[in-house]
């Protein structure tokens, strides 16, 4: 008997949620389930995360969280509750299969068979915004190398572990080089220990679009957060509904199992939603709890409904399907073929999965020597005219520290800028040391003391380091 924890959550989450249980529960899953609640009443009653620490408690004693889908208040100052259970349980992991169900639901691509494993915890969804000036707001995009290693590493390991031959690695290094070019730089080095697994690597826009025309290319695609994220609602879609995808959220300690879609209140108490995201996320949770054997009952009868046309409103196509069900009705049916397997769509079979996949700690690398070679001072200034800026900030110059370019959103419009460059408020001053000079930040307090002096408004700083000699920084766009 395992111990979950459960939340019900908001809109269609409680029908749904009931409907995936009362099917588990008749194939004979071996759990204990103690419920929590999350989300929207939380929120309005005072708790701007969504959850209390009572209920953070227990998830954490149980390790094992099925979760419906929940509602987020809209408005400032709440924070998502599916990032911070993420990050604040190390899901560092995503997983989201997508398999088209043809001919029984429509899809444009019959013979899709793919697994998103997205990065969970970092990227752009690290959350860190900030406004810096009147025109100009930042969203910090971080990228780990030990969040790298984990989740590549876990890409080809479940591909060993579900005799998967090829992971294929999304990224858009051509232009962000030092986030996403590390993410591929790990993916690389990680590839060449699993020499009998076929790897490959995508530029993500170019990616996206042959997921979208030609899915039965690919078998597991491994990427950074927001890009996993946008890709695996495409992947879902295209099956045929997002309705029907499940995800594992997979770390070290805990595991967070759910639906893809989200809790779609307007059709929230009327018996029409359909359960079957939150089913594919419970069978992925039996599976991980070591209940194989429930597991494949309960997806095969789920299959056996879906070719017998048994659906619900969302999937039903007049022609295609034989009969449409209420959210009750079709959680009854999947239950009547328990023990049961569809003859044309491909029944499952976990018994040969059962391999633990090889999931080793993050071993930190030896540290490489790192130099202070510059800093980039962010300006708020409301002029036009990069030479004037220019003409201000070489006063702060030291005979160890030169101005040498100023971008405005990245791109270079100093020195040699084009007067066509539209500029907004916010500017980039580049300042690098003297290739024979060794700097620290003492001369970098002294340049923003020169700064204040000047009236220059700097609203932030990133020191420029160089690490065994390689630059830790991009160069301006056209530089």
């Not at 953070?56 to 149980?62: D, G, K, Y």
Request: hydrophobic content about 40%; charged content about 25%; some cysteine.
């Amino acid at each position: 008997m395992t111990k979950i924890t459960v939340a019900k959550g908001d809109g269609i989450g409680p029908e749904i949620m009931d409907a995936t249980l009362e099917i588990i529960l008749a194939a004979g899953a071996q759990i204990e389930i103690e419920e929590i609640e999350v989300g929207e009443k939380v929120y309005l009653a005072g708790n701007s995360s969504g959850i209390s620490s009572a209920s953070w408690e227990t998830i954490r004693r149980n390790k094992v969280f099925l979760k419906a889908p929940i509602t987020t208040p809209q408005g400032g100052g709440y924070k998502s509750l599916n990032v911070s259970t993420r990050k604040f349980l190390g899901l560092y992991s995503n997983v989201r299969p997508c398999t088209s169900l043809h001919p029984f639901v429509c899809t444009k691509h019959p013979i899709m068979d793919i697994v998103i494993v997205r990065e969970n915890e970092e990227d752009l969804y690290a959350g860190i915004e900030h406004q810096q000036t009147d025109e100009v707001v930042q969203c910090l995009k971080l990228i780990s190398r030990p969040g790298c290693e984990k989740i590549i590493r876990y890409a080809f390991e479940y591909a060993k572990q579900q005799n998967r031959k090829k992971v294929t690695c999304f990224t858009k290094d051509n232009i962000m080089k030092q986030t996403d070019g590390l993410f591929h730089e790990v993916f690389d080095e990680i590839a060449s220990e699993y020499p009998q697994i076929e790897n490959e690597h995508w530029i993500i826009d170019i990616g996206a679009a042959k997921v979208a025309d030609t899915p039965e290319e690919f078998d597991v695609i491994v990427m950074p957060n927001l890009y996993g994220d946008v890709v695996s609602d495409i992947a879902a879609q295209i099956t045929g509904s997002v309705g029907l995808a499940g995800s594992a959220n997979i770390g070290e300690e805990c595991a967070m199992f759910e639906a893809i879609h989200g809790s779609a209140p307007l059709i929230a108490r009327k018996n029409v939603a359909n359960p079957s995201g939150l089913l594919q996320g419970a069978v992925m949770m039996l599976n991980h709890i070591g209940q194989t054997e429930v597991a494949e009952k309960v997806q095969n009868a789920w299959l056996k409904t879906i070719e017998d046309g048994v659906h619900t409103v969302d999937i039903y196509k007049e022609g295609l399907s034989n009969q449409q069900l209420g959210t009750k009705e079709f959680a009854k049916a999947v239950m009547a073929n328990l023990g049961q397997q569809p003859t044309i769509l491909k029944p499952v079979s976990y018994s040969n999965n059962n391999a633990a996949l090889n999931l080793p700690k993050y071993k930190r690398k030896p540290a490489a020597k790192k130099k202070l070679v510059g800093v980039d001072l962010f300006v708020h200034w409301t002029g036009l005219n990069p030479d004037e800026l220019a003409h201000s900030a070489k006063k702060l110059e030291s005979s160890l520290i030169a101005l040498t370019m100023i971008t405005n959103r990245g791109i270079k419009v100093w020195p040699e800028g084009f007067k066509e460059t539209f500029c907004t408020d916010h500017w980039r001053c580049r300042f690098k040391a003297n290739e024979e000079v060794t700097i620290n930040n003492a001369h970098i307090i002294e340049l923003l003391t020169k700064a204040f002096k000047e009236n220059i408004e700097i609203i932030k700083t990133e020191n420029l380091y160089s690490f065994d000699g390689k630059a830790g920084y991009s160069l301006g766009q056209g530089q």
